[in-house]
């Protein structure tokens, strides 16, 4: 159970921290509804090996029932919304520019929908698209020929979803703006994360180690909660909503963001 002394401590080191990272994985949407990547392979989808249909291995040997089952997963998200804990970001970042940085390990593309802007997105995005081969000039995209996949009309050049597969490296801007922000915040808020993925789990060692605050917002326990200063039990709609409000007269934070 967390206390409200726990709770004042991290809005303290909010209100201090001229620069905060945010880092967050898949416990950041759960109470959007959005299926984790297991709970995408049930149903008809059980019955494959979900590295064959995250891989360019897997792409590779079968295109069309990977394409297929990523349109599943895209439907998936696009019928779920942002949660308080999305809106509270975006909305904290609105009223104080430039000091917040969202790190994120999920493809589902929450965080931008909620109104943050320059999210490093570690793991790609679910909604775009790109070129499984080194794309020759005949290749665009708003050109392709419809299909499952769709295929560059002149060289045959297969799209592919703008994901980071297993063994596939993560975007090299993307990671190298994440472990600079990681390295410059004064405090890094890890959210609905397991910490078990790395280079993403690495972001918090670095954080502490170049002396900035980590606090793990997360309901049950992670790998990084010996890394932090501070450990909130709790989801990502619940606390964050409490810890980035702005605060009230009497004290207490408003769950700016929040929708009825």
Do not use: K
Request: aromatic share 4%; glycine share 10%; proline share 7%.
């Amino acid at each position: 159970m967390n206390t409200e002394q726990e709770r004042q401590a991290v809005r303290d080191w909010i209100a201090q921290a001229a620069r905060i990272a945010v880092l967050t994985g898949a416990g950041m949407s759960a109470e959007s509804g959005v299926p984790t990547f297991r709970d995408a392979t049930s149903g008809h989808w059980a019955q494959f090996n979900p590295q064959d249909m995250a891989s360019e291995r897997g792409f590779r040997a079968a295109p069309a029932r990977v394409w297929d089952w990523y349109a599943h997963r895209r439907q998936g998200v696009a019928a779920v919304q942002p949660n308080a804990g999305h809106l509270a970001l975006a909305a904290f970042a609105q009223r104080h520019p430039g000091r917040l940085t969202v790190i994120t390990q999920n493809v589902d593309g929450l965080h931008q929908r909620a109104g943050s802007t320059g999210v490093l997105c570690l793991h790609g995005d679910l909604m775009a698209d790109r070129w499984l081969d080194t794309p020759r000039a005949c290749c665009r995209l708003e050109a392709a020929l419809p299909g499952s996949p769709p295929r560059c009309a002149a060289c045959g050049n297969l799209v592919r979803p703008g994901v980071v597969w297993f063994g596939e490296n993560l975007p090299a801007g993307v990671i190298e703006a994440a472990q600079q922000a990681a390295q410059d915040c004064e405090l890094m808020l890890v959210v609905g994360t397991a910490g078990a993925v790395y280079p993403a789990a690495g972001l918090a060692h670095q954080a502490r180690q170049a002396g900035a605050r980590v606090a793990v917002i997360n309901p049950a326990a992670s790998e990084l909660d010996s890394v932090a200063h501070a450990v909130l039990r709790g989801t990502a709609a619940q606390l964050l909503p409490q810890l980035l409000g702005e605060p009230c007269p009497h004290g207490a934070a408003t769950p700016s963001g929040e929708t009825a």
